[in-house]
């Protein structure tokens, strides 16, 4: 039986027109899973967080805790979030300014009558976990915004919740920050699973900490998988998009050959049956820049574009292009080529040269 179980939840808020931030949203999510929800903003996430741990009333649908039914609008059914043994770490920290960062971390277990718990040196040990134990005796004001989201963190799972919110908690972090907390928080769901729900709209985000993801769009879940899985094969566009490839190249076959806005793509593969048109999605990573046709390898296709910028990263080169033809758009399309790799990234990659971009 799974952990976390979300069907057909609805909910929508008033207001001309009426939104429906939740449309119908299932989710299954398994014991120890630490689930990852990536959307844009104003897809719903936060609403879904919200319906889970009760401070939003659904439309319609249930939610299924363990063996508990916290919401089912059609038996009546909608426990308070005290009566949700749900921990949530949000994007501001929330920590009380006038508390101690052990007041702070022990709060859930007051308001859950878990006093044992605090003789019993749980929040010694919570604290600990997330690298925080010498803060202990300060106040939020005196500490960093990393010591105050672990702060945040540790209040989260001090009470060993059934389930764990986190709404985009890494987003206030400048990006050093973020990359360090994120790898910490990695790492103790590694050492100490916890069921989790994680919402952001950052997809490196999503890769680097989900046990599954899925992908919300419009109040519901399009995809749902391993990262690696839905990275590797989009359902769709919109996932595609999401997932980095940026990209898009819109083909059309047209008298034995292929083009893309109009410029034909050398070394296309004849057309398979039944298609006239289709859209490639290229990832900027995965494409080269060729010097001319002949340059291509064996299996490559390749259309000509245009340089219109050449941006220095370090280990590669971030290169604008747009399709060599009349009208076409300016840096349309991405390429991220290696400064390291000479057999792969000629030298001539310069602001207004006319390149192949080889895929
Ligand atoms: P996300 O967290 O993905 O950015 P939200 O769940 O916050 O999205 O919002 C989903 C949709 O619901 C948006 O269109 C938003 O404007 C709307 N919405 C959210 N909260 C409210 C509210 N309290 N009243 C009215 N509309 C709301
Ligand atoms: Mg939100």
Redesign the pocket.
């Known amino acids: 039986m799974s952990h976390v179980s979300v069907r057909r939840l609805l909910?929508?808020?008033?207001?001309k027109p009426p939104?429906?931030?939740?449309d119908n949203l299932d989710l299954e999510i398994e014991d120890g899973e630490f689930l990852v929800l990536l959307?844009?903003?104003?897809?719903?996430?936060?609403?879904?967080?919200?319906c889970l741990a009760g401070l939003?009333q659904p439309v319609g649908g249930t939610i299924t805790l363990g063996d508990q039914v916290v919401f089912d609008r059609e038996r009546g059914i909608d426990l308070t979030p005290d009566k949700r043994f749900i921990g949530m770490v949000f994007q501001s920290y929330a920590l009380w300014p006038h508390m101690s960062v052990r007041k702070n971390i022990a709060y859930p277990l007051k308001s859950r009558k878990l006093k044992d718990e605090l003789r019993g040196g749980r929040v010694e040990e919570t604290a600990a976990l997330v690298d925080c134990e010498r803060l202990l005796d300060r106040l939020p004001a005196e500490l960093s915004g990393g010591q105050q989201q672990r702060v945040a963190l540790a209040r989260g799972l001090v009470a060993q919740p059934d389930l764990v919110l986190f709404?985009?908690p890494l987003s206030n972090l400048d990006a050093r920050l973020r990359d360090q907390v994120r790898a910490e928080l990695h790492d103790l769901h590694q050492r100490k699973p916890f069921t989790a729900v994680f919402?952001t709209?950052d997809q490196s985000e999503a890769l680097a900490l989900g046990t599954r993801m899925a992908i919300?769009n419009s109040?519901h879940i399009v995809q749902m998988g391993t990262p690696r899985a839905v990275f590797e094969d989009p359902v769709d566009e919109y996932v595609a998009g999401f997932t980095g490839m940026s990209n898009r190249l819109p083909c059309e076959y047209v008298d034995g050959r292929w083009y893309a806005h109009g410029t034909e793509i050398i070394g296309a593969e004849p057309r398979a049956a039944g298609i006239r048109d289709f859209v490639l999605r290229l990832r900027p990573e995965k494409v080269r820049l060729a010097i001319d046709a002949a340059d291509l390898r064996p299996g490559e296709a390749g259309v000509a574009v245009n340089v219109d910028d050449v941006e220095f990263g370090g280990l590669h080169l971030d290169v604008m292009l747009s399709i060599a033809a009349p009208g076409a758009r300016r840096r349309e399309l991405h390429a991220r080529v290696s400064t390291f790799d000479s057999s792969r990234t000629p030298r001539s990659v310069e602001r207004g040269a006319r390149m192949i971009l080889a895929f």
């Open positions: 909910k929508n808020f008033g207001g939104t429906v931030a939740v959307g844009p903003s104003g897809c719903g996430k936060t609403t879904t967080l919200r939003e709404d985009e919402v709209h919300m109040g």
